[in-house]
């Protein structure tokens, strides 16, 4: 493209055929709408044709194409939220699941594997970059489509709910009655010598002539489209939680029930944590430990809280509700109508108590239509996971656990806190509730199994740790799982609460999964406000969010509560974990976070239980996580520093007290103040004489 403001004349600037001045008219008006008003939201900032040059008939006519191929995706683009070059490569899958174009596969594939087939295979091509490197020139697509068949075969087989991937795709409006063929062949450029040969075989290979040139609208490709950009979460996080929802109804119902409705996305959500570790490993990834738990007792305390949001929701008439619910009044029929749900029930339910569980239907699809590609980076932890995905798009990921250890930095960690067999389901649920849980990554700080059920080394291990942090526990004689969740560091020792609304306290079990958010926050927070703090929360108790007071810190005189709370006061918190571990308690209220109960069962009225275990993890993504390490590490390194310090300074006053003999003399002293006080105390005789 030239401008008007190159160094070069107008006259060799403006090309001279009539295609090319009106092509140019448009990028020089394309250059000006960006000079005022900026790029486009989802312009594809990479996307620049390369200069028109003089040359021969070919030349011409190559580029004539391009600048109608141009103006038609970008005539998409007025219509659908989707960058440029993402709409090429859909239109041209299209084209080739329309048209029944044998996939080049060993061996035919399902409806769902033939479009991610055509996917792999169109790979990192881009015919509007201004710079192709000579990698993606070369690059073979083939050895990422085998990993990805592979892969998914075994995800349609033993992961995802039967038949889900073709709901999907007759959900795009493509046929799914006939299965397309294998051509068994292979897609490869390595009979070309050139980068020059490769692009021209590219050009015709990916060319999506035969659609850019129909005449009037393609129906058909539109609907395609739209269900690309609802499913991929382009259209708002209410149509991908719309479209997940549809995939759950059952002979064109209107309804879904509940537990159908919680596991396609907690399957999705394997899924994708499966898939993305395939992609991004060079080592065997073992699919048994991403199978779905299959009995429903492991999913009822979601199932019901789901329930039980729609059962209070048509006794209120139909209408939405804020705050405080009672997730205790649970009426569980086993009859099949007492478990169905509305559209709208799911909607609002999902909003409110675990918004991030609309990401499980657009991570699915992100990683199988973008992660398999020739030029994929292969990482085992993938830092900058969440920058593969478009702007408004968060990734749900099954977090890895990790922890420090003597012999490595780094290690596979175990939860003590949940039944194995449910574990990756916990998991899901809490990852389903803010964006830092659901970035991929737990990191143990603390485990009363590994480090002794001790308050003191719970607080020493999150103290100073930068970054957010959830707190399990198992409470005794049948109170369920509970805990708390903050974004904001355990940044000092203090008698003041401080935080910010992003917190919630929670209940994981057994009785229905409850979640309560500061009053006034709206539930949206996920994760993304910033650190804040609050010192005389005496006089707001609406805003007291995190408690940290150690007895050590007032030497026990402030008459405080001592030791880690949320919500209520300070001397009686409504979420506390007791120094001593003697009078801790878990109430069902007070004017920071919604009313509702925590523990299960049937607790005293002041919510008293004795701790049976409790987990502290650090929360987020690597990069994240191991910054908020560093941070602890340096705080923990300056507190050490003081305290040498004030050692080093005790020492010299001693010496400098010996050197001018008033030693012995301090150390007595005592004796002359006893000697000079009323009642004569006798220091120089034995009592009794």
């Known amino acids: ?28 008006m394309d250059n000006l709408i960006g000079w005022c008003y900026g790029p486009s939201k989802y312009k594809d900032t990479t996307l620049e044709t390369e200069p028109f040059r003089m040359g021969n ?42 048209t029944g174009v044998p996939t080049p596969t060993e061996s035919d594939g399902s409806p769902l594997q033939s479009l991610v087939v055509w996917s792999a295979v169109y790979g990192d091509y881009n015919p509007y970059a201004k710079v192709q490197s000579e990698s993606i020139h070369a690059a073979d697509p083939m050895p990422s489509v085998r990993k990805l068949m592979e892969a998914l075969s075994i995800v349609e087989q033993h992961i995802l709910p039967s038949g889900l991937g073709k709901r999907f795709i007759e959900s795009l409006g493509l046929n799914t009655s006939q299965q397309v063929p294998s051509a068994n062949s292979s897609v490869n450029f390595h009979k070309h010598t050139s980068s020059e040969d490769i692009a021209a075989w590219q050009s015709n290979y990916y060319s999506i002539s035969s659609v850019a040139n129909e005449e009037g609208s393609n129906y058909p490709l539109e609907d395609f489209l739209e269900g690309i950009s609802a499913s991929c979460g382009r259209r708002g996080s209410r149509s991908s939680l719309t479209k997940m929802f549809m995939l759950s109804c059952k002979d064109g119902s209107k309804t879904a029930h509940a537990k159908d409705a919680i596991c396609t996305a907690y399957c999705l959500t394997l899924a994708a944590s499966y898939l993305k570790n395939v992609a991004t490993s060079t080592e065997p990834i073992d699919w048994k430990s991403f199978l779905p738990q299959k009995s429903d007792q492991d999913r009822k305390a979601m199932v019901d809280s789901l329930i039980n949001y729609a059962k209070k929701r048509r006794q209120d008439g139909g209408g939405g509700f804020a705050g405080n619910f009672d997730y205790s009044a649970t009426s569980n029929s086993s009859g099949e109508e007492s478990g169905a749900v509305t559209l709208d029930e799911f909607l609002e339910w999902a909003e409110s108590t675990v918004p991030i569980i609309c ?27 969440s920058k593969r995905f478009p702007p408004g798009v968060t990734p749900l990921w099954i977090p890895s656990l990790t922890v420090e ?15 194995p067999s449910a574990a990756l389901f916990d998991l899901f649920t809490l990852s389903c509730t803010s964006i830092p849980l659901a970035s991929g990554r737990w990191h143990r700080l603390f485990s009363s199994e590994a480090n002794g ?33 903050t974004f904001t560091p355990w940044s000092q020792e203090s008698a003041a609460f401080y935080g910010n609304s992003d917190c919630f306290l929670f209940r994981l079990g057994p009785e229905p999964f409850a979640l309560y958010r500061p009053k006034g926050s709206g539930g949206t927070t996920f994760g993304m406000d910033d650190f804040g703090t609050k010192n005389n929360n005496e006089k707001d108790e609406t805003r007291n969010y995190q408690y940290f007071n150690p007895e050590s810190r007032s030497k026990g005189y402030d008459e405080l509560a001592h030791g880690i709370g949320f919500g209520g006061t ?36 002041n919510g008293g239980f004795e701790v049976e275990a409790i987990e502290a993890w650090g929360v987020g993504t690597t990069q994240q996580i191991e910054e908020a390490l560093f941070a602890r590490d340096a705080q923990r390194d300056e507190a050490a520093k003081r305290i040498r310090q004030a050692m080093k300074g005790a020492k010299g006053q001693f010496m400098e007290d010996m050197q001018a003999g008033l030693i012995g003399n301090k150390n007595f002293q005592h004796r002359e103040q006893m000697r000079g006080r009323d009642g004569g105390c006798n220091m120089d005789k034995d009592g009794g004489d």
């Open 57 to 98: 008939s070919a030349s011409s006519s190559k580029t004539a194409d391009l600048a109608k191929e141009r103006t038609y995706i970008r005539g998409l683009g007025n219509r659908f939220p989707l960058g440029d070059s993402e709409l090429r490569k859909y239109v041209w899958c299209y084209q080739q699941l329309a």
């Open 453 to 485: 059920l001790s308050c003191n080394r719970l607080m020493h291990s999150i103290l100073g740790f930068g970054g957010p942090t959830l707190i399990l526990i198992r409470a005794k004689n049948g109170y369920g799982t509970f805990g708390a969740y």
């Open 570 to 605: 300070s001397d009686q918190p409504r979420l506390y974990i007791d120094e001593i571990l003697d009078g801790s308690c878990a109430k069902s209220n007070d004017l920071t976070f919604d009313n509702g109960p925590l523990l299960s069962g049937n607790p005293s009225s």
């Open 405 to 419: 250890t003597k012999e490595s930095a780094t290690s596979r960690a175990s939860s003590s806190f949940v039944d």
């Open 1 to 28: 493209m030239h401008s008007l403001h190159d160094d070069n004349s107008i006259d060799n600037a403006i090309p001279h055929t009539t295609t090319q001045r009106i092509f140019f008219c448009v990028e020089e």
């Open 359 to 385: 990401s499980a239907l657009p991570t699915f699809l992100h990683v199988i239509l973008s992660y398999f590609t020739p030029n994929n980076k292969t990482k085992q932890d993938d830092d900058d996971s």
